[in-house]
């Protein structure tokens, strides 16, 4: 909330406010049986408009400066002694409205004159409710601006774990990547100039859009074809993936990067060289909803001590960006590893 909505705001109440005393004063008949427009003007709403910035001036003495450095600082009996003594102070305020400014406009509220205890108790009856209103507001203001900088901080930690995870998730995959091509490179093979061609695309991706907090779905699919395309290069043609599209892309987004990390995994721990039992990925658009199944034989031949990390690290990702906004099922069943995810992508 910014400051200028808050004076609008403040200065809303105080004509409430007066409106208030207004429509009171004439329900009680103060004008007689019959409307006075000049007197209203002339001498109602003049002492209904000093009244209320009475009540206005007395609440943020108490607002401003008394809750604030008396009260607030721990010491409950300063306050109430401030407290004490600014009805005091405006005590003789009312005093003199009642005694000189009243009287010079034609308007006399008590009977009888009214001495300065009498204006003590009327002070303290006019603003009693200001005063419970004035500690109110001012510790919901202190909440208010905790709760602000407590969100500011909560966002700088998210985004500060994000880019953590994001960071180890990329790496991850690289290293696996150049350890592939280093290979095809050793053996002079012709296929090594197009694996670095896609490797660049996936670098390029990864600098450009991974920044961004969402990206059109289609480029991220896009980024899986080429992670398959580049494992087959670079297991010369002997990595078998049945991958398939279905449903409506166009104007979708996601987070970027969230999916590599179950393709890969499948092609770290799975088996992927056997035509007759290829790594299986789904993806399917359903209106808003987002399902990707990837499913795989284990290869128990297979014991990488670094695994782990990228399936934990996604499902933390997931978490963050997408908090009950998905539904994650990773199962283990006779040999063979399923990932059922679904997304809620927002619009």
Known sequence: MNRRLI?????????????????????????????????????????????????????????????????????VSKYVISLLIGIFVFSPLYYLMEQIVYPLIGWKTYDADLDLLSAFIVTLGANFLNIFLGLLLSYLMDWRTVRAEKEVIEKEQLKTELAFLKSQVNPHYLFNTINDIYSLAQQQSDEAPEALLKLSELLRYMLRESDDPYVPLANE????????????????????????????????????????NFIENAFKHG????????????????????????SNKINTAKKDKTGGIGLVNVQRRLELIYPNKHELLISQQNHNFTVDLKIDLYD
């Not at 009680?28 to 910035?53: C, E, M, R, Y």
């Open 7 to 75: 004076i609008y705001l403040h200065v809303g109440y105080w004509i409430l406010v007066l409106m208030q005393v207004l429509l009171v004063a004439l329900g009680t008949g103060v004008l007689g049986t019959h409307f006075d427009l000049k007197l209203f003007l002339t001498i109602v709403l003049p002492v209904k408009a000093l009244q209320t910035s009475c009540s206005a001036l007395f609440f943020y003495v108490n607002y401003l400066l008394l809750v604030p450095y008396a009260l607030k600082k721990g010491n």
């Open 221 to 260: 699919i896009a980024y899986l074809v080429n992670v398959i395309d580049l494992q087959k290069i670079g297991q010369k043609g002997r990595s078998y993936t049945n991958f398939k599209l279905e449903g409506n892309i166009e104007g979708k987004k996601i987070a970027p990067l969230i999916l590599i």
């Open 271 to 294: 088996v992927f060289k056997n035509p007759d039992e290829p790594i299986q990925v789904l993806i399917k658009i359903e209106g808003q909803a987002f399902r990707l199944h990837v």
